[in-house]
Structures are given as structure tokens and as C-alpha cells.
T-cell receptor
Framework: KQEVTQIPAALSVPEGENLVLNCSFT??????LQWFRQDPGKGLTSLLL?????REQTSGRLNASLDKSSGRSTLYIAASQPGDSATYLC????????????FGSGTQLTVLP | DTEVTQTPKHLVMGMTNKKSLKCEQH?????MYWYKQKAKKPPELMFV???????INESVPSRFSPECPNSSLLNLHLHALQPEDSALYLC????????????FGPGTRLLVL
């Protein structure tokens, strides 16, 4: 059974810092990995999707990498801003999971002005 | 348009009430999903519809009854719920059940008294 872990559970940084969020998964047989952002009490916003054949994806100040063999992904946020404060969730679709997303527990990010 | 809408935004119901949650998307997606999310936890998959047919039921109690009347609309009928069913209910859609980005709605915040 696929398990997804995100470390750290919470992170607080001053504005302007570059930061890295980590995600690991136990079964490397995945179709894709997706990073989401969730603001308190709100739905999920898809940030980046990395297919299993890809190594990274970029969108603006965000860069996500995928190392399938080691079961790891990172989300790099450059020049963080207070508006980046949210919970970041990583989720994978495993090959044998009938296309279900398995989520990590998330990293709660606070960017201090 | 990459929007998934959900109504109502908030719902308070007693344990003997019958209510329905509604989800709508006009992106031409043929896969739609219901998730349940408790506070500070990741979303948990409840149901998946593919081409208007129920594809996955994650052993959800029968007091939750999904319905997909057409390709744009997904309902979740609620009856005789328990206080522990209070949560944020999220709807999502994707192009198909394949390796596609899932787009989430803002959720319905449900409180069962």
C-alpha cells in the first residue's frame, strides 16, 4: 500500500527566503505526482503535475522535482512571499491504485513579512 | 475555464435530516470525485465516477449516496448522518481516470449536530 510522507509538518520562514518542501513515497511505481496548495478552510489548488517519465516541472517561482527511484519529490519556492503561506500537499497516483490520489499529510508554511 | 463549483458553501444539518451537496464542472471532464477532509488531515477519497458510472466506492457508509445525473454534475445525498461526519467535502474532476491533473472545488463545510 502506497504511503506518502511530507517533512516538515510545519515551516516558518522570513519573507524573501528560498525554501524546499519534501515529499517521499514508499512505492516507486507511480503514474504521476502532484503538488497542491490549500488555504485554510478552502479547496485544493493544483500547482504542478509531474508525470512519471519527467524529472521536474516549473511554474513561476515554483519548481518541483521527481526522483522515482528513490521515492522522493521536492517543491522549491524561490523568493517566498507572505501570500505563499498555506498548506502544501503532495499526492501520487500509483500504478496499481485505479488512478486514486494518495495524499501526504501536508506541510503548513508560514512566510513572515 | 478550469473551475469546479460546489454548493452550498456551508451546511448545518441534524442527524435526521436529508440534504444534498452539488458539484458542477464545465470542462468536459469525464471523471469526478468526492473527498472528505477532516481538520488538519489530507483529503480521503470517497467515490469516483468515470463516464457517469460509479467506478470506486471506498467502503463509504450507505448514509452517503452519490449520484452522477450527467457528465457535468455530481451530487452527494446525505441522510441520517452522525456528528463525526462533520468535515469539508471536496469535489474534484479530471479529464479521464488516466494520468491527469485533478481540479478541486472550494468544498462544502458540513456540520452535523
Amino acid at each position: 500500500k502506497q504511503e506518502v510522507t511530507q517533512i516538515p509538518a510545519a515551516l516558518s520562514v522570513p519573507e524573501g527566503e528560498n525554501l524546499v518542501l519534501n515529499c517521499s513515497f514508499t512505492d516507486s511505481a507511480i503514474y504521476n505526482l502532484q503538488w497542491f496548495r490549500q488555504d485554510p478552510g478552502k479547496g485544493l489548488t493544483s500547482l504542478l503535475l509531474i508525470q512519471s517519465s519527467q524529472r521536474e516541472q516549473t511554474s513561476g517561482r515554483l519548481n518541483a522535482s521527481l526522483d522515482k527511484s528513490s521515492g522522493r519529490s521536492t517543491l522549491y519556492i524561490a523568493a517566498s512571499q507572505p501570500g505563499d503561506s498555506a498548506t502544501y500537499l503532495c499526492a501520487v497516483i500509483s500504478s496499481g491504485s485505479a488512478r486514486q490520489l494518495t495524499f501526504g499529510s501536508g506541510t503548513q508554511l508560514t512566510v513572515l513579512p | 475555464d478550469t473551475e469546479v463549483t460546489q454548493t452550498p458553501k456551508h451546511l448545518v444539518m441534524g442527524m435526521t435530516n436529508k440534504k444534498s451537496l452539488k458539484c458542477e464542472q464545465h470542462m468536459g471532464h469525464r471523471a469526478m470525485y468526492w473527498y472528505k477532509q477532516k481538520a488538519k488531515k489530507p483529503p480521503e477519497l470517497m467515490f469516483v465516477y468515470s463516464y457517469e458510472k460509479l467506478s470506486i466506492n471506498e467502503s463509504v457508509p450507505s448514509r452517503f449516496s452519490p449520484e452522477c445525473p450527467n457528465s457535468s454534475l455530481l451530487n452527494l445525498h446525505l441522510h441520517a448522518l452522525q456528528p463525526e461526519d462533520s468535515a469539508l467535502y471536496l469535489c474534484a474532476s479530471s479529464q479521464t481516470l488516466a494520468k491527469e491533473t485533478q481540479y478541486f472545488g472550494p468544498g462544502t463545510r458540513l456540520l452535523v449536530l
